[in-house]
């Protein structure tokens, strides 16, 4: 799911620069606000999976507290961030890319608690 997302909104930090020098980009086509909001609804629906088999597998399958509780946080945080985008503000749309930079690398340390 993170790598649909990023590859998706790779183009999100350049779309002024692609619109200036007409480059055609699914950023450009699409918008800004638009593909944000997809990105936070497939990482979200991501961490209500995860959290859904941390509580429901079988016991022992996955480390339960780092699994639901990681998760729930993670999604908070993604949350939190885009509650902070404006899509007019290229700053804050950088910072909400970034951003799932972050949360992708913080599952892979949550990865080993599970």
């Known amino acids: 799911m993170f790598a649909t997302v990023i590859a998706v909104t790779k183009d999100l930090p350049d779309v002024e620069g692609d619109k200036k020098f007409a480059i055609s980009t699914f950023a450009t086509k ?6 944000t909001k997809f990105a936070v609804w497939a990482l979200l629906a991501n961490y209500v999976s995860a959290i859904g088999l941390g509580l429901f597998a079988k016991r022992f399958v996955f480390n339960r507290v780092p699994m639901v509780v990681g998760h729930l946080v993670l999604g908070g945080i993604l949350l939190r ?3 902070a985008v404006d ?3 290229m ?3 950088k910072k909400f ?5 972050e949360l992708f690398y913080a599952e892979y340390v949550l990865y080993v608690m599970i």
């Open 91 to 93: 700053d804050t749309v």
């Open 81 to 83: 961030k885009y509650r």
């Open 87 to 89: 899509a007019d503000d």
């Open 97 to 101: 890319y970034g951003g799932i930079w």
């Open 30 to 35: 699409v918008g800004v606000a638009k593909i």
